[in-house]
């Protein structure tokens, strides 16, 4: 545990009707491509949001009632909690590694990594570790791999429980083109997939996900065991790699000749459906775009993890024009950083060099509601609508004399909050909630002392 870090054990005890006040911001839709003032964006300044039995119960400018824990946190920004569609556990201790593209980065860095995660020791400081960090990045929700091992994704899910995130995870599944320590077996694995499964899916705010590391390090028989096992419950997720790197894309061309494309490898066995969500997807060709659309499945854009492996440059207003979701994620490993901030930023980056401009609203949205949409959540999280569950994240709006003389000259709402977005990271973080319940908070952040 971090010094900032609330553990199950050390949080603070839910009110049963708790009050934040701040500028509160979130989506009632998808903003539309390149527009600076949009009706999908909710912003409403100094107002309270209030949080009763770890549910969002409504809106409003005026103070609330005593019966009321209140938190004054006016002058600061309140956003719903970040959903990471695709980030590796065991890759914290990796992070920031020199020199390679991704099929060498994952031999020489990634694998020995996720060997250690055999031990069961090893995985469960790894889990706390890693869930603890992305809290203090603001991030309270997540789609994640752990390694091979089943212990690993026990070890996983009981972290996650034990503090009442959204956490989407499962076995990695890989029986070949792996090293010893990291392969399994088709039959050991569906055995060990179908017990995760009837253990942990469904089960607090878990989900299970069936995990294709990628098409390369599973035999056909291991695909199609993984395809089986979606179409026997149609409630579980899928979660693997596509068309990240181009060396990567001629591989899997060799290893499955039959399939028109990397794509095709997947859908061929019954991976693609509205759970999937396919990380990178930059060589998708016109055709690949079609499909996922087609079987309601989406891409976790990763545009720090691209950049950093040279691996390419995602083309999302394609993917917006063939109809599916796109979501944002960290990547880390291969990300070099958990702050969906520092990943907007080179997400805007990505975009920019291709000509367009990501504005602030079509990025936080990615973030927040459209990847609650995309993972069939938003009844539960993305948005500050009535009912969903109170994952709530509360930010300064500058940190640092740079950041502050810029934001004391922005105009309007979207240059404002897109100074924000591109200035900002973890260290803006002064609070996190996953449902209700204070998991963070940042030393001497505290709310704005009442008024004598």
């Known amino acids: 545990m971090t010094m900032t870090s609330l553990t199950a054990s050390t949080a603070a005890a839910r009110p049963s009707r708790l009050a934040l006040r701040g500028d509160l911001l979130d989506f009632t839709g998808p903003p539309a491509w390149g527009g600076l003032d949009d009706p999908a964006v909710r912003f409403r300044p100094d107002h309270w949001l209030l949080i009763e039995d770890g549910r969002v119960a409504g809106v409003q400018a005026e103070a609330p009632d005593a019966s009321w824990t209140c938190e004054d946190h006016r002058g600061r920004l309140i956003l719903p909690g970040f959903i990471d569609t695709h980030v590796h556990c065991p890759q914290l201790d990796v992070i920031a590694s020199y020199g390679t593209e991704l099929l060498d980065w994952l031999n020489t860095y990634t694998f020995p990594a996720e060997r250690r995660y055999a031990d069961p020791a090893v995985a469960r400081a790894g889990a706390e570790r890693f869930l603890d960090a992305l809290l203090a990045h603001g991030t309270t929700s997540a789609m994640v791999f752990p390694t091979v091992h089943k212990v690993a994704a026990e070890t996983l899910f009981e972290a996650g429980r034990a503090r009442g995130m959204r956490l989407l995870t499962g076995k990695v599944l890989m029986d070949r083109h792996a090293p010893d320590g990291l392969r399994d077996d088709v039959e050991q694995a569906r055995r060990d997939c179908e017990d995760l499964i009837s253990r942990f899916h469904g089960q607090d705010r878990l989900g299970y996900a069936v995990t294709v590391r990628f098409a390369p390090t599973s035999t056909p028989a291991q695909l199609a065991m993984a395809g089986a096992l979606c179409r026997q419950d149609a409630s579980l997720y899928m979660q693997t790699h596509v068309a990240e790197n181009r060396a990567e894309v001629e591989w899997v061309a060799k290893l499955f000749p039959e399939a028109r494309s990397y794509l095709d490898v997947y859908d ?119 009912g969903t569950l109170a994952d709530v994240c509360i930010w300064d709006w500058a940190c640092g004399p740079v950041a502050e003389a810029r934001f004391a000259v922005a105009r309007e709402l979207h240059e404002k909050v897109f100074a924000w977005m591109t200035l900002s990271d973890e260290r803006n973080l002064a609070a996190a909630y996953v449902a209700g319940v204070a998991r963070y908070r940042r030393p001497g952040a505290a709310p704005v002392p009442p008024h004598p």
Request: glycine fraction near 14%; include cysteine; charge should be neutral.
């Open 268 to 386: 061929r066995v019954g991976l693609l459906h509205e759970r999937a969500v396919l990380a990178h997807g930059i060589w998708l060709d016109a055709q690949d775009r079609a499909v996922v659309a087609e079987r309601g499945a989406q891409v976790a854009f990763c545009p720090s993890s691209n950049l950093f492996l040279g691996s390419g440059l995602f083309d999302w207003v394609a993917a917006r024009e063939a109809g599916f979701t796109v979501s944002l994620a960290s990547d880390v490993g291969g990300g070099t950083s958990l702050s969906t901030q520092r990943t907007l930023g080179d997400a805007y980056k990505v975009q920019a060099l291709a000509g367009r401009r990501l504005t602030a609203w079509a990025g936080l949205h990615a973030a927040t509601l459209g990847a609650a949409q995309g993972l069939g959540l938003s009844h539960e999280i993305g948005h500050f609508g009535v």
